[in-house]
């Protein structure tokens, strides 16, 4: 079978996920025999870097051995039971596991994707107002720019037209506000953003007693191009949010799981959400899998006699998937065991430094920013140009997976990269903006 016969049948029937198929006429879908670790393996013999984890899910790369033994194990015993009526000692052990992680959030609730998790904490907070008789409590807010997913109840809370934008008319209004962005840590605003919040205040005040919940991806804003914004602004956030009872829901499927240095990226604030969001990182992108995690008292609201009708009626076909399950917890074990969240620190260093070199030495950068184990910068270029569609060609043809969002190139390796891949992964990076 060559290249060009599994390509032509690809094209024949694949529709492929967030794509303009027409671009595939001119650059084929590349051609996966395999991975390991950081590298994806192509049919032309070639091994080409990871540099977005997938979608930003492999957070402990490809074929993680002691990943691989755990799903194994478990699929020796059994590999899928409806959760509803049953329990097992993985899932149990996980969801243990996932309650450490925050010390009010003590009860877990699972889905296969990030949007149905965000969708999940949208519905039981809206529920949790019904049973409370605070029906007025109707509205969302949430940040400008934010992405939340692809269901439509997930992209009324989204921000960005680019994907939402020919199903307005069945999206629903929330309000939206603007977060003070920074580029990281030494940023002035990072810790004190007062001048902004004087007018993000006066936005807020009219919902304070209409909105059930408030959701921010905090401090990342990936999908806006790898947006960072102020600490303190989501300190803030918190203690609006509380003051007026309002629910805080953290979207933590990109953040989450080490990605930014923390387990939960709200650490960065110090701050605990009413409900937190996880997917993608959570089984190191091995197996679909989400959580919802919330507190016993909002749990609380819902526990009740069957005949009184306040069950949260919501359920997926593969809710804890004990597969997923299985990998979700040995991922779990080896962030902690092999110290992942200082190590993501260490990589923000190395790759800061490096993408400031690339910076230097091409002209071609600006608004370089870093958190954890992702930096990016934006390509200097004419807004309407695709360049970063070029560096991703040249990139591929170089030896690196990029895929930047639109112009805006950035780095999201495995958090377990080895060294010398990243300075490979500069390298390449370099040369592609260059076109050399
Ligand atoms: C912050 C955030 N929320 C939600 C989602 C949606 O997750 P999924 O694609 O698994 O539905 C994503 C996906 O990239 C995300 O980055």
Redesign the pocket.
């Known amino acids: 079978m060559t290249d060009s016969s599994l390509v032509a049948r690809d094209l024949q029937h694949i529709w492929h996920p967030c794509s303009q198929m027409k671009d595939y006429e001119l650059f084929h879908p590349l051609i996966i025999t395999g991975a390991s670790k950081a590298y994806l393996h192509l049919q032309d013999g070639r091994k080409i870097i990871d540099a977005i984890s997938s979608?930003?899910c492999k957070s402990l790369g490809h074929q993680h051995p002691r990943l691989k033994r755990a799903l194994q194990l478990q699929m020796d015993k059994f590999e899928h039971v409806i959760l509803a009526n049953t329990t097992n000692e993985t899932i149990v052990q996980l969801s243990e596991k996932l309650t450490e992680l925050s010390p009010s959030l003590n009860k877990v609730m699972y889905a296969s994707?990030?949007?149905s998790a965000?969708e999940m904490a949208m519905k039981m907070s809206l529920h949790a107002r019904v049973i409370e008789g605070k029906t007025q409590r109707k509205l969302f807010i949430a940040l400008e720019n934010s992405?939340?997913?692809?269901t439509i109840a997930?992209l009324s809370v989204s921000d960005l037209g680019l994907y939402s934008e020919p199903y307005r008319s069945l999206m629903f209004a929330v309000k939206k506000i603007a977060p003070p962005y920074v580029n990281g840590e030494d940023d002035a605003r990072w810790d004190n953003c007062e001048l902004h919040w004087q007018s993000v205040l006066e936005q807020l005040q009219p919902y304070a007693h209409t909105a059930t919940a408030l959701i921010v991806?905090p401090i990342l804003q990936?999908?806006a191009g790898m947006q960072i914004y102020s600490r303190d602004f989501l300190r803030r956030l918190r203690q609006w949010t509380r003051e007026h009872d309002i629910h805080l829901i953290a979207?933590e499927?990109?953040t989450g799981i080490g990605r930014t240095g923390k387990m939960l990226a709200c650490e960065h604030a110090g701050i605990e959400a009413d409900f937190v969001c996880l997917?993608?990182g959570l089984t190191s992108g091995w197996l679909p899998l989400?959580a919802m995690l919330t507190r016993n008292d909002i749990y609380d609201l819902f526990y009740d006699d069957y005949a009184n009708g306040k069950s949260f009626m919501h359920s997926h076909t593969h809710s804890g998937n004990v597969l997923a399950a299985s990998v979700a917890l040995e991922t779990l074990n080896i962030m902690t065991e092999e110290k992942l969240c200082a190590r993501a620190g260490e990589m923000g260093g190395v790759m800061l430094e490096a993408m400031q070199a690339i910076a230097n030495h091409t002209g071609k950068l600006k608004n370089i920013r870093m958190l954890g184990a992702m930096v990016a910068a934006d390509l200097i270029c004419d807004t309407n140009k695709r360049y970063g569609y070029e560096v991703y060609r040249k990139a591929v043809e170089l030896g690196a997976l990029l895929r930047p969002l639109g112009n805006t190139i950035y780095w999201v390796p495995p958090l377990n990269t080895e060294w010398e891949t990243l300075c490979e992964l500069k390298n390449i990076t370099q040369k592609a903006i260059l076109m050399e």
């Not at 992405?147 to 692809?150: A, F, L, N, S």
């Open positions: 979608w930003w994707d990030g949007s965000v992405y939340h997913g692809e997930t991806e990936a999908a979207d499927i990109m997917s993608k989400s």
